[in-house]
T-cell receptor, first 113, second 117 residues
Framework: QQQVKQSPQSLIVQKGGISIINCAYENTAFDYFPWYQQFPGKGPALLIAIRPDVSEKKEGRFTISFNKSAKQFSLHIMDSQPGDSATYFCAASVKTSGSRLTFGEGTQLTVNP | GAVVSQHPSWVICKSGTSVKIECRSLDFQATTMFWYRQFPKQSLMLMATSNEGSKATYEQGVEKDKFLINHASLTLSTLTVTSAHPEDSSFYIC?????????????FGPGTRLTVL
């Protein structure tokens, strides 16, 4: 029930295209859904996050879409750039459980020039 | 955003020795710190949660006598890998959460690459 399922495992997109990564969860108690970007040999960096009372959040080229009834959320990267090539992780947490993050399996994104 | 540092960034040690990794929150007080382990091409696995001044809470399957965690101050947590073996070689990442944060946000360190020969 604590799992977060992420897909696809890898994604190749042309420069300027839209990258879409999906996550699904089971635990309805989750109240915070962040996305992290990780470059090789580095720690993950928070990209964007959403709470379940909002269906969409946009920050620059990055948008989270949240579907509470389906227990799914996704990351959309508009106008993808080669510099976006990294591994992306979705995660979820419950504030009352000490904010422990449950991570998805990760998506290796490659943006070709 | 808040900054979390880790030291060392990489370490190589011989099998059977102990290694200490430091995690510091540089510009905020971290009431809670988390330690993760990440193997190549895999996701982050939470090892333990530590609250300042109290014992760490370990995830199922993580040996608390092997991975010693100390959160002695609001800006410093340490992870000591005792009697390290080659299978402990991994990327260790800490994160910190501010006690004043109204949301669940965690700030991650840059990670420490441990190689046990």
């Amino acid at each position: 029930q604590q799992q977060v399922k992420q897909s696809p495992q890898s994604l190749i997109v042309q420069k300027g295209g839209i990258s879409i990564i999906n996550c699904a969860y089971e635990n309805t108690a989750f109240d915070y859904f962040p996305w992290y970007q990780q470059f090789p040999g580095k720690g993950p960096a928070l990209l964007i996050a959403i709470r379940p009372d909002v269906s969409e959040k946009k920050e620059g080229r990055f948008t989270i879409s949240f579907n509470k009834s389906a227990k799914q959320f996704s990351l959309h990267i508009m106008d993808s750039q080669p510099g976006d090539s990294a591994t992306y992780f979705c995660a979820a947490s419950v504030k009352t459980s000490g904010s422990r993050l449950t991570f998805g399996e990760g998506t290796q994104l490659t943006v070709n020039p | 955003g808040a900054v979390v540092s880790q030291h060392p960034s990489w370490v190589i040690c011989k099998s059977g020795t102990s290694v200490k990794i430091e995690c510091r929150s540089l510009d905020f007080q971290a009431t809670t710190m988390f330690w993760y382990r990440q193997f190549p091409k895999q996701s982050l696995m939470l090892m333990a949660t530590s609250n300042e001044g109290s014992k760490a809470t370990y995830e199922q399957g993580v040996e608390k006598d092997k991975f010693l965690i100390n959160h002695a101050s609001l800006t410093l947590s340490t992870l000591t890998v005792t009697s390290a073996h080659p299978e402990d070689s991994s990327f260790y990442i800490c994160s910190a959460r501010s006690g004043t944060s109204a949301i669940n946000e965690q700030f991650f360190g840059p990670g420490t690459r441990l190689t046990v020969l």
